[in-house]
């Protein structure tokens, strides 16, 4: 069935160092690809999304790109801040959802910047 | 913006009671759906709906039912808690059609069953 493998953590950084989460996928056809963000105490947000092969998906310094060859969608930032200290998911959504597109997670990589 | 509360941030509760979580979204959201958050195991689907009355079983539905009586308002129930119940609970709604992606999730429901 489909799934998402995604890093393990937990990731400790520096501040303003480069950061990158790794994710794969398998799923039959062509699926959509998220990346959502927990920050502590708080319930999960949509932070980017590609719909299709090629697409990039940014938001907040964050980036992903959607590659089909390699079925990846790895999450980087160029330079990590305090406030970035979170838990990143990797989701997808298959086509066989049909319109529901209920979502698939990966177990989720800590985050944590040092100042 | 649109809202997903959950009625509860912490609970605790003892073995083999009926334990309650509440959801309400305000924003006319026809999907809803509840997860448990577990460290190392991600989230995974316990139950959702796609409209009023409507259910339908996720991955892990055991020891739980869930309740659609009204569009805004999606309750998990526990018939009797047990300790491996013990978790992170989320909510969360999208419309019909708009899953992909779309999700709000309400900050969680974390039950202790004692």
């Known amino acids: 069935g489909d799934s998402v493998t995604q890093m393990e953590g937990p990731v400790t950084l520096s501040e303003e160092a480069f950061l990158t989460i790794n994710c794969t996928y398998t799923?039959?056809?062509?699926?959509?690809l998220f990346w959502y963000v927990q920050y502590p105490g708080e319930g999960l947000q949509l932070l980017l999304k590609?719909?299709?092969?090629?697409d990039k998906g940014s938001n907040k310094g964050f980036e992903a790109t959607y590659r089909k060859e390699t079925t990846s969608f790895h999450l980087e930032k160029g330079s990590v801040q305090v406030s970035d200290s979170a838990v990143y998911f990797c989701?997808?959504?298959?086509?066989?959802?049909?319109?529901?597109?209920?979502?698939?997670f990966g177990k989720g990589t800590k985050l944590s910047v040092k100042p | 913006d649109v809202k997903v509360t959950q009625s509860s941030r912490y609970l605790v509760k003892r073995t083999g009671e009926k334990v309650f979580l509440e959801c309400v979204q305000d924003?006319?959201?026809?999907?809803m759906f509840w997860y448990r958050q577990d460290p190392g195991l991600g989230l995974r689907l316990i139950y959702f709906?796609?409209?009023?009355?409507?259910?339908e079983k996720g991955d892990i539905p055991e020891g739980y039912s869930v309740s659609r009586e009204k569009k805004e308002r999606f309750s998990l129930i526990l018939e009797s808690a047990s300790t491996n119940q013990t978790s992170m609970y989320l909510c969360?709604?999208?419309?019909?059609?708009?899953?992909?992606?779309?999700?709000?999730f309400g900050s969680g429901t974390r039950l202790t069953v004692v």
């Open positions: 969360a709604s999208t419309l019909l059609g708009q899953g992909v992606g779309g999700y709000t």
């Open positions: 799923a039959t056809g062509y699926p959509s």
């Open positions: 924003m006319d959201h026809e999907n």
């Open positions: 709906s796609y409209d009023v009355k409507m259910k």
């Open positions: 590609a719909t299709k092969a090629d």
């Open positions: 989701a997808l959504s298959a086509p066989a959802q049909g319109s529901q597109g209920n979502l698939i």
